[in-house]
């Protein structure tokens, strides 16, 4: 089913707060046990604010308090939301651990001065790539942006190098786009920061002029698998999470991977956290972050989520190219927290 665009209504009450440069972020299976003994925490719990979403990641963090020795709150909502709060907040916040569902979302609180570097023995884990300069943040999780396709319809997408080959005159109307959701709108920031405004603009332009818009990217993908478009643009996991729920043999669609750095199509965005600035519980906040960040926790994500784990020797989903052969977009992800004239850019040429 197409939609007509229409900005979030969250997104826009952020967008009027002074201060707000967030992005937007619109199964159960048995959970890893902490891996090694902790020391005893103080009688003040660890509070974890979540916008990753609690049907996800509700089993892993329930396992936190053996891994970090003291209680655990968590808050869960929009992880736009929450950092607007954070923002909000500043030194008075009770948060002690943000986990955010992107990484512009931590570009803005390090922005902001509200994050304390991560001790980097923990971070020394993760893939260079996938951990703040500073140490502010790091990677739990990596996707990556794809061109989903029907290899019966357009098998020539397998051969695509660039995102402008989608705009093939051959194409109008076969390409499915989703305007009002997150990811999109992380790779339109992320074109605008490659190409600046005007080529971005005029990227968007010619998309618009032969896409099919839909509300999100699990409609593109089930179009394309159908062959109601030839392609589309969505993050990696859908795929990975048809495949799982309705097995291989009746799914046709094909994830393409660009692997051009100067192509905003290859971006590669993160989930990750950030320990909140003079924290009170910084050392169970650092705990938490090498908990989530050790083999059976990267595991148990990749197996809840279909992303790809941010250390060596864990392996990614079932088929999927390695994140350690990914020639990503060059992006700085904190920049991806420059949302307001993608949004601005969007609205212009969609509506």
Wanted: a negative charge; aromatic letters at 6%; charged letters at 20%.
């Amino acid at each position: 089913m197409t939609a007509k665009l229409t900005l979030p209504r969250t997104c826009a009450a952020l967008l009027s707060a002074a201060m707000v440069f967030v992005l937007s972020a619109c199964g159960s299976q048995e959970s890893p046990t902490a891996e090694a003994s902790t020391p005893a925490g103080s009688a003040d719990p660890l509070v974890i604010y979540s916008g990753r979403n609690e049907n996800l990641v509700a089993g892993i963090l329930g396992e936190l308090e053996k891994a970090v020795g003291t209680k655990v709150e968590v808050r869960y909502g929009n992880t736009a939301e929450l950092a607007a709060q954070l923002l909000e907040e500043g030194p008075r916040t009770e948060a002690d651990l943000f986990f955010s569902q992107d990484a512009g979302a931590l570009g803005a609180l390090g922005k902001a001065d509200l994050l304390s570097p991560i001790d980097s023995s923990i971070t020394d884990q993760v893939l260079p790539e996938y951990v703040d300069k500073n140490g502010l943040w790091a990677a739990t999780t990596a996707r990556a942006r794809v061109i989903v396709y029907n290899p019966e319809v357009a098998p020539e997408v397998e051969k695509f190098t660039s995102t402008d080959q989608i705009l093939d005159p051959k194409y109008k109307g076969k390409v499915g786009v989703a305007p009002s959701n997150a990811s999109f709108q992380a790779f339109v920031t992320a074109l605008r920061l490659q190409r600046g405004e005007e080529a971005a603009k005029d990227f968007l332009v010619k998309l618009k002029a032969h896409a099919k818009v839909y509300d999100g990217n699990a409609e593109i993908l089930a179009a394309t698998n159908a062959g109601e478009v030839s392609m589309g643009l969505v993050n990696h996991y859908y795929l990975h999470q048809l495949i799982k729920e309705q097995g291989a043999a009746k799914v046709k669609a094909k994830n393409k991977f660009l692997a051009n750095p100067q192509d905003a199509g290859s971006l590669v965005n993160i989930a990750g956290v950030g320990v909140i600035k003079n924290s009170p519980q910084a050392d169970a906040a650092n705990r938490a972050v090498t908990f989530l960040l050790q083999p059976s926790s990267q595991e148990y994500m990749v197996k809840e989520t279909s992303e790809y784990p941010v250390v060596a020797d864990v392996a990614g989903p079932a088929g999927a190219t390695p994140v350690s052969a990914f020639q990503g977009a060059a992006v700085d992800l904190n920049q991806l927290e420059d949302l307001e004239p993608t949004l601005a850019l969007i609205d212009e040429v969609f509506n």
